[in-house]
């Protein structure tokens, strides 16, 4: 039991609100730090596929050694919820995992609203969508903020937290600390900005990978090559900034002067005006499907899954 969690929940149970792949995600995140969790949905097949789903996962997570309890002592802590009432109930931190729309989110606070104590704290899972096109002029508003996690959170750290205005900084620093506890890895987003950093970053290496399919440049699998075998080395263990001031002789000053320019150049070269039209989209996924079929997605997500495990694993041992 991790008793720092506990006192920073002040005994209460944490709610999951929408039981998708996010949801169910962040339901192990926080039943494997010792937490109570109630999770529900508004569809009940969702929330019924969601206990299996888990159930699979802990598994595989004990197999890997990435959980200390045998998954039905993990598992015994997430009890699905018939109603919101009961799944909020008593909690301290809700975190809201809704489609990705702003009615709906907007619909769900204002339920919220009505029903949360006066101290727990909304954390919502949205990957763009700022909290004051949904969270704003409530009595909850000061304690929404945005929790926007990589999937699936048990396996991939970072969370990004971006306050609205009306986002009070005693609910940022709250959150904060239920992150850190629960083992994950906060990055403060400062300002509004739709798609917040990650997608932000991940854009701009998606629109030009794409250009550059799109200009006969190179196959969709050599642009996976070049960051699966390339790019993605570095960066699994050290971020852009970091990477280039390890790249010149004087250090990231050193590499802006020396590089900078052709940066500059291959920035003018895009207008990144132009959407991916339906004959992009067609070329792309008749690229990708020639290296994977529908019918192997599924297994292949699975197959990502374990190497993330794999990746974890060999992470905490390089860290301990």
């Not at 919101?84 to 609203?113: F, H, N, P, T, W």
């Not at 994950?184 to 997608?199: A, D, Y």
């Not at 997500?301 to 495990?309: G, H, I, N, P, T």
Request: hydrophobic share 45%; proline share 5%; charged share 20%.
């Amino acid at each position: 039991m991790n008793q720092d969690v506990h006192t920073l929940c002040h005994g209460r149970p944490v709610a999951v609100v929408g039981a998708g792949l996010v949801g169910a995600g962040w339901a192990i995140v926080f039943a494997r730090a010792g937490l109570r969790v109630k999770m529900f949905d508004t569809d009940p097949r969702v929330l019924g596929n969601a206990t299996p789903l888990i159930e699979s996962q802990l598994g595989a997570l004990r197999r890997h050694g990435l959980i200390d309890e045998e998954p039905a002592a993990v598992l015994a802590r997430i009890a699905p919820a018939a109603t919101l009432a009961e799944a909020v109930e008593g909690a301290s931190y809700v975190q809201e995992s809704v489609l990705e729309r702003v009615d709906v989110k907007r619909e769900l606070m204002i339920a919220l609203d009505a029903l949360l104590a006066p101290d727990a704290v909304v954390g919502s899972s949205t990957s763009g969508i700022p909290g004051s096109a949904f969270a704003l002029d409530l009595s909850i508003s000061p304690r929404v903020l945005i929790v926007h996690p990589v999937n699936p959170p048990y396996l991939v750290p970072v969370v990004e937290l971006v306050p609205s205005p009306q986002t009070a900084q005693a609910s940022v620093r709250s959150t904060d600390a239920l992150m850190q506890a629960v083992g994950q890895t906060v990055v403060h987003v400062r300002k509004e900005v739709e798609g917040f950093v990650l997608n932000r970053l991940q854009a701009v290496l998606l629109r030009e990978a794409w250009a550059l399919v799109q200009e006969g440049v190179v196959s969709c699998e050599d642009v996976d090559k070049t960051v699966r075998d390339g790019l993605g080395w570095r960066w699994s263990f050290m971020g852009p900034f970091e990477t280039i001031d390890l790249n010149a002789p004087g250090g990231v000053a050193d590499y802006a002067v020396r590089l900078g320019p052709l940066y500059q150049r291959i920035a003018d070269s895009r207008s990144h005006a132009e959407m991916w039209d339906a004959g992009l989209i067609s070329q792309v996924e008749g690229q990708r499907r020639q290296h994977l079929s529908h019918d192997e997605l599924e297994s292949r997500r699975a197959w990502r899954d374990e190497r993330l495990m794999e990746f974890a694993a060999a992470r905490r041992r390089g860290e301990s």
